[in-house]
């Protein structure tokens, strides 16, 4: 499985955000919008990843604590060619567990992926992601998730420990729609 280093934060100033972001990326940024489906599974989190500009949808797996700060991430990811065709064959086959869309604008910086995110129903957020390769040592990574984090000026307060499909069921109190 692949592997990266996560942190999210709430974000409080998503314009200055938007500066700083740039300023540490060496390219424009990617901005687009996407939907994720998430399914109930044993372990993990299975989602079906679809984007609004004809860039072709995925699947994903991945697994990670839900914890405040860094934490590593291993997941895989599949394309897929028919998104109606595997959303209806999971959502007959497992329960729906949620959907989040959301703008997202990517910043490139190194090996971080700066994601700043407008997620409809809950706000603004930052969410790093530090791609690992095989022999890369995790502490590392977690030592640049928080040094880019304090670069872009996100404060130890705003962290978030779970996903935004539990966020929005919380604040649905139950299933997220």
């Given at each position: 499985m692949a592997r990266n280093i996560e942190i999210?934060?709430?974000a409080r100033a998503f314009d200055d955000l938007r500066e700083r972001a740039a300023a540490l990326s060496d390219d424009a940024p990617l901005i687009f919008r996407q939907q994720d489906f998430f399914y109930d599974v044993p372990r993990g989190r299975l989602k079906l990843r679809q984007f609004d500009d004809g860039t072709p949808a995925e699947l994903i797996f991945y697994q990670r604590d839900d914890r405040d700060g860094p934490k590593a991430s291993y997941y895989t990811r599949s394309p897929v060619t028919n998104p109606d065709a595997m959303h209806a064959l999971l959502a007959?086959?497992?329960t729906t567990r949620g959907?989040?869309?959301k703008e997202r604008h990517v910043y490139l910086a190194g090996r971080t992926r700066i994601h700043l995110d407008r997620v409809d129903g809950l706000g603004d957020f930052v969410e790093l992601e530090v791609v690992l390769a095989p022999d890369d040592d995790e502490d590392a990574g977690e030592a640049e998730a928080h040094a880019v984090f304090s670069k872009l000026g996100v404060s130890q307060a705003d962290l978030v420990a779970v996903a935004y499909v539990?966020?929005?069921?919380?604040?649905?109190?139950?299933r997220a729609a």
């Open positions: 999210k934060a709430r007959t086959a497992l959907i989040v869309s539990d966020l929005l069921n919380d604040s649905l109190g139950g």
